[in-house]
């Protein structure tokens, strides 16, 4: 072979060499697309707290490892759930409002008997993307089926693993205990845990560690902050002896469990193609402190504080991060916005009530993309606001920026609030009257003001 040939062979040579790295490029920048397209997600949502337990919205209270979520995502400054425990779960399960899936009030099914969420009539959304390939998971409290008589519900709903504390269940009183000795029920086997909260936060890691070559769901209704209140495994040796101390002590521990997970996603490589959500789904059950405020207790509350909870979404596939927003986002918004994120469409024929804010995450400033108003109920009782106004069913309409306590009367001289006063009275008047309730014994329970909830 002459010198020439030789370099004539090896360009030839380098083509296909040449075609094939290229292809192995494109085939790996069309892998991670595909990987963007379907990022893992991880839904936390604590019981009980609101935004003035949080440091990072400005609460006294300490919440390191949440607050670092927030500086490395977007952090909402205006997220609504409902006034309670139920509706909120309900709601952001089947992306529809209270008045359309019919779950107003609290209920607990192991506890009261029921029916319970039937999944003939309603598709989470973790079964729509648990039937798109994902791996999905449910960590911590479930309460709207009666596992004991339905054991498989949570696998009707869309999960292929659970590790929940069952719910109270009638005449089974050791069912009770969701903390120390917790009763947790993994993948149908029941234990006793010596603390329910560590079982639950140590079964996600091992399955987002498990899971890290498949995009994988976690839904994760924790535990914590809920009642009742005593020790965690960080203050067991020096018990705190009041309330608002205990519940303190609660955050505290919630807050190094979601750093803990989180460490966990970082440390397995999935940083960057895992959306994580934070947020919590009622306000709080203990008075906190807002930008050196003393706050309302706000869990059942029929007011912007009921129901104005922290919202952190960590997304860098979808934003840098350190950015905080005013956009407004409601609890039907997150079943939509899961489905944008897993780039999948609706599926034919669902009524969703929520609005995609993966726009919101990419910082668009399109307001045509976002929403404009929030909704939230709890019984008969509704409320909507903007980024200024609350209006509820009760005739009552306040600035929340000069009057967030909702004491006094829109002042006359504010020439732009008559007209905000109308179209959120528009919005509230088109919504339909209330589906009928889920079960008869739904039905049949005490239309309470504020139920005790266990
Ligand atoms: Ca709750």
Not at 79 to 108: E, K, N
Not at 166 to 191: C, F, K, L, V
Request: hydrophobic share 35%; net charge neutral; with cysteine.
């Amino acid at each position: 072979m002459t010198l020439t040939s030789h370099r004539l062979a090896s360009v030839f040579l380098s083509v296909p060499l040449a075609y094939l790295l290229l292809r192995a490029t494109s085939l790996a920048a069309a892998e991670s697309l595909a990987a963007a397209d379907r990022p893992n997600i991880i839904l936390i949502m604590v019981d009980d707290m609101g935004r003035d337990w949080v440091s990072c919205y400005g609460a006294k209270h300490a919440t390191p490892n949440i607050d670092r979520l927030a500086a490395q995502g977007v952090r909402y400054e205006t997220a609504w759930s409902m006034p309670i425990c139920t509706p909120t779960r309900v709601t952001l399960l089947t992306g529809q409002y209270p008045f359309r899936h019919g779950w107003t009030r609290h209920y607990d099914v192991p506890r009261r008997g029921g029916g319970g969420l039937n999944w003939n009539r309603f598709t989470t959304f973790a079964r729509v993307l648990r039937d798109a390939g994902y791996a999905t998971a449910i960590g911590g409290k479930w309460q709207i089926n009666d596992l004991s008589k339905q054991p498989d519900a949570l696998k009707h709903h869309g999960f292929d693993e659970h590790c929940v504390w069952t719910g109270a269940e009638a005449g089974r009183p050791t069912t009770g205990q969701r903390y120390w000795d917790g009763h947790i029920m993994t993948n149908g086997r029941r234990e006793t845990a010596r603390y329910g909260p560590d079982k639950i936060n140590d079964f996600l890691v091992d399955f987002a560690t498990r899971e890290r070559e498949t995009p994988f769901l976690i839904y994760y209704p924790m535990l914590l902050v809920h009642g009742p209140h005593s020790t965690t495994p960080l203050n067991r040796d020096d018990p705190p002896k009041e309330k608002s101390n205990q519940y303190a002590g609660y955050v505290t521990y919630m807050d190094r469990l979601v750093g803990q997970l989180i460490a966990a996603v970082d440390r397995a490589g999935l940083k960057d193609n895992t959306v994580v959500i934070f947020t919590g789904d009622n306000g709080s059950s203990a008075a906190g402190q807002l930008l050196g405020e003393p706050y309302p207790k706000g869990k059942g509350g029929r007011a912007d504080w009921g129901v104005h909870v922290p919202f952190i979404v960590r997304a860098p596939s979808l934003s840098r991060g350190g950015r905080v927003s005013r956009d407004l986002i409601d609890f039907t918004d997150l079943y939509v916005t899961m489905l944008d994120m897993a780039s999948m469409d609706v599926p034919a024929g669902a009524t969703l009530d929520g609005v995609s804010f993966v726009p919101s995450l990419r910082g668009g400033d399109d307001p045509f993309e976002k929403r404009n108003w929030i909704y939230s109920q709890i019984g008969d009782f509704r409320m909507i606001r903007d980024w200024h106004h609350i209006l509820d069913s009760a005739g009552n309409f306040h600035d929340l920026d000069k009057d967030p306590r909702q004491e006094r009367e829109v002042s006359p001289l504010d020439k732009m609030a008559p007209g905000r006063r109308q179209r959120l009275q528009m919005i509230l008047d088109r919504f339909p009257a209330d589906a009928e309730a889920p079960f008869p014994e739904f039905a049949a329970a005490p239309k309470q003001r504020r139920q005790k909830e266990k």
